[in-house]
């Protein structure tokens, strides 16, 4: 799962902690995230692209070839 | 607003307020007062001190942390808590079966079965584990449960980022 949280955080001018704080996780799930390490939950992912006013896929898009991290292990 | 002054060390909490460092603080307090009851009760030969107390902490411990404002625990940490719980029972259950087939095997003297067994062999004497015994075999099962869960614990943080670094 690829994502551009972080090009989005950039539009907004926001750190880590602001969206973190902004829809109630911690700082480190969103650098989590970022990094491809965690893969949200839907409505982590739904919460996520509300805030930053755009659809999910915006944001998220499936990547067929990356494993995930379950697939990692 | 309470205020609790100890050896230079304030501590300031509003009621129903916490800072996260101030309820850390608190369960050290919590831990060393458990081990002055652990050394007494032991001193007093009363087990039902350290029960009580443990007991107690337990229950300190859980409303203290829901007065606690700035512990975030969201859904990557909750998973995180629940996969090195699970595997720790996983490992805890299968070493722990291990033991206790090993007890029910000598209770029943079954290493010796194929050479004593004759119709009119009496049944072996009821062997009961020595309290004190038990006692060792409990703590190591207890220390054992907390290395693993540690352990695991330490391991799904780092699997799923808790220690990536940033470059903000």
Same mark, same amino acid.
């Given at each position: 799962?690829?994502? @551009?949280? @972080? ?27 970022? @990094? ?38 | 607003? $309470?205020?609790?002054?100890?050896? $230079? ?11 996260? $460092? ?11 007062? *458990? *081990? ?5 009760? +032991? ?30 625990? +969201? ?40 050479? +004593? ?48 670094? +940033?470059?903000?």
């Amino acid at each position: 799962m690829k994502n @551009k949280i @972080k090009v989005f955080r950039a539009m907004y001018d926001l750190t880590q902690e602001d969206l973190a704080q902004a829809i109630g996780v911690t700082r480190q799930t969103i650098l989590a995230i970022e @990094k491809g390490k965690y893969v949200p939950s839907l409505d982590l992912a739904f919460r996520i692209s509300k805030y930053f006013k755009v659809n999910i896929e915006e944001v998220f898009t499936y990547d067929e070839v990356t494993p995930t991290v379950e697939e990692k292990q | 607003m $309470n205020m609790l002054i100890l050896h $230079n060390v304030q501590f300031v909490y509003h009621r129903g307020r916490m800072k996260k $460092n101030t309820f850390y603080l608190l369960v050290g307090f919590i831990a060393i007062a *458990l *081990l002055g009851a652990f050394w007494y009760s +032991d001193e007093i030969h009363n087990p039902l001190l350290i029960e009580v107390a443990f007991v107690a902490a337990v229950i300190i411990g859980y409303i203290a942390r829901r007065n606690v404002t700035d512990l975030i625990e +969201d859904e990557r940490t909750m998973k995180i808590t629940e996969k090195a719980s699970l595997r720790t029972m996983q490992v805890f259950w299968v070493i722990f079966c291990v033991f206790s087939l090993g007890a029910v095997m000598q209770l029943l003297h079954v290493p010796q079965f194929p050479q +004593d067994f004759r119709f009119d062999r009496k049944p072996p004497a009821f062997e009961i584990l020595p309290p004190r015994l038990m006692g060792y075999y409990q703590l190591g099962f207890l220390c054992l449960m907390i290395f693993l869960y540690v352990g695991f614990r330490v391991y799904y943080a780092r699997k799923y980022g808790d220690w990536e670094t +940033d470059e903000e």
